[in-house]
């Protein structure tokens, strides 16, 4: 039974790309389950098919059954509609190229490699676009923009103010909002929360902010890097573990630093897997341009303390707020799948045991303490991926895969595109 005024809910499910998918239901036609078609996990950006493992495009396009719990409806931010995510199943049996599958797979590996609870916050970067008049798109006028900015300064259009209200409607559990470095970028913290409840409110988040932006006919976009001139949008993940007794386990007040060698060994995990984590956390042609060094991506392979250039940073909070960021992966990630490969490189480095590499002191800007970084391109990071048989294993062979030969086809198609790029520098020589 839906709560009063609420007569339809829409259930979502994360897709390869982390896109939401899903369907309207109404109120009187609620199960508890609703059918798609597991291609929808072949289908690419372009809409074309591509016979990814598992998407059984070329297997007569069978059934995909999402399944919800009517008592995990919230309110949305559509009025007298409800929002639910789903699991998903094929013939009765967990989707193996689902994302989300492979987050709930990597918090319980995890869970049993620390017997702890693991938890994330999510920082999601974005810009604003409005129309530029001839069918495309231009950064938001806010000319009085600035970093760490509220208000009508940096919002003339009251633009946050509704995605703010929205999310108190959902429970989303906003921490923070402010506008980023470069305007008009604004910066979205998700509170802290155990993992995959986390991960389920950033991504319906993502999706209300897109939704509320066009709206107010705008365009907001979570794309790694939108314009050449202004810095790249991120995501960035906090993960910590939390004990049975309310501990945090990622903290030692003891040690020299107050970090557990549980932390440390975790931190050394995630660097060991770097290139090929790139893959999964960066996973558009677009995402290149912003993986460089200077940029305050996570290009290197190092972590530091309280050190914003490096891949993983140890904020300088302890006790409670201990715990590692991952600051590499691209704003366009798919949440859940980066997530899981995230926490996937982590639970194998407190496995192995080895400790990790100096902490960066120096700038790690245009120089760093090591000289491995993310491969140049997406083509390179998948090949780092396919090389990686410790973290293909961890975060799922069969949604690896899947993920590799979707986004092969991805890159073959911009590698036979003519740019515009290439006709500005060529065409009038030859």
């Not at 709930?104 to 008049?133: M, N």
């Not at 209300?208 to 066009?214: D, G, N, S, T």
């Not at 949604?399 to 911009?414: D, P």
Request: hydrophobic share 40%; net charge negative; with cysteine.
């Amino acid at each position: 039974m839906l709560p009063e005024g609420m007569h339809r809910i829409r259930v979502l499910f994360a897709d390869q790309f982390g896109f939401a998918r899903g369907k309207y239901v109404p109120a009187a036609a609620i199960t508890g389950e609703v059918g798609f078609s597991v291609t929808i996990f072949g289908v690419g950006y372009d809409r074309d098919l591509i016979p990814a493992p598992g998407a059984e495009v070329l297997e007569g396009m069978g059934d995909l059954t999402a399944r919800y719990s009517p008592d995990d409806v919230r309110p949305s931010w559509d009025a007298g509609t409800g929002v639910v995510i789903a699991d998903l199943e094929r013939l009765g049996q967990p989707l193996a190229i689902s994302s989300r599958l492979a987050a709930q797979r990597a918090i319980e590996a995890l869970a049993a490699a620390t017997g702890g609870t693991p938890r994330i916050g999510v920082e999601l970067e974005a810009y604003v676009l409005q129309p530029d008049g001839s069918g495309g798109w231009e950064p938001w006028d806010t000319p009085g923009a600035y970093c760490y900015g509220t208000g009508t300064v940096v919002d003339p259009g009251g633009l946050f103010d509704d995605i703010l209200a929205a999310a108190a409607i959902c429970g989303i559990g906003i921490e923070t909002a402010a506008s980023e470095y470069d305007n008009p970028q604004f910066e979205v913290v998700v509170g802290y929360g155990d993992a995959l409840e986390a991960l389920d409110r950033a991504f319906l988040l993502k999706q209300l902010c897109r939704e509320v932006a066009l709206r107010h006919g705008l365009l907001l976009t979570f794309l790694g890097r939108p314009f050449q001139d202004r810095g790249g949008n991120g995501t960035h993940f906090h993960l910590s573990v939390t004990g049975d007794d309310g501990q945090n386990l990622f903290d030692d007040p003891g040690s020299d630093d107050g970090l557990s060698d549980m932390a440390k060994r975790a931190i050394a995990g995630v660097l060991a897997h770097h290139e090929a984590l790139t893959a999964l956390c960066a996973p558009t042609v677009n995402a290149y341009k912003r993986l460089k060094p200077g940029e305050l991506a996570g290009y290197w392979a190092n972590w530091g303390y309280d050190h914003r250039s490096v891949a993983v940073r140890v904020p300088s909070g302890r006790g409670a707020a201990s715990r590692l960021e991952h600051r590499l992966p691209d704003g366009a990630a798919n949440l859940y799948l980066s997530a899981a490969a995230l926490m996937a490189a982590a639970r194998l480095g407190i496995e192995a045991g080895d400790p990790p590499p100096p902490a960066e002191t120096g700038d790690s800007l245009e120089t760093a303490n090591t000289e491995r970084c993310c491969p140049e391109n997406l083509s390179l990071a998948l090949d780092a991926l396919e090389a990686d048989e410790a973290l293909i294993e961890a975060v799922g062979r069969e949604i690896t895969e899947h993920f590799v030969v979707m986004k092969r086809a991805e890159w073959a198609r911009y590698a036979r595109a003519v740019t515009d790029w290439e006709l500005r520098e060529y065409l009038t020589f030859h």
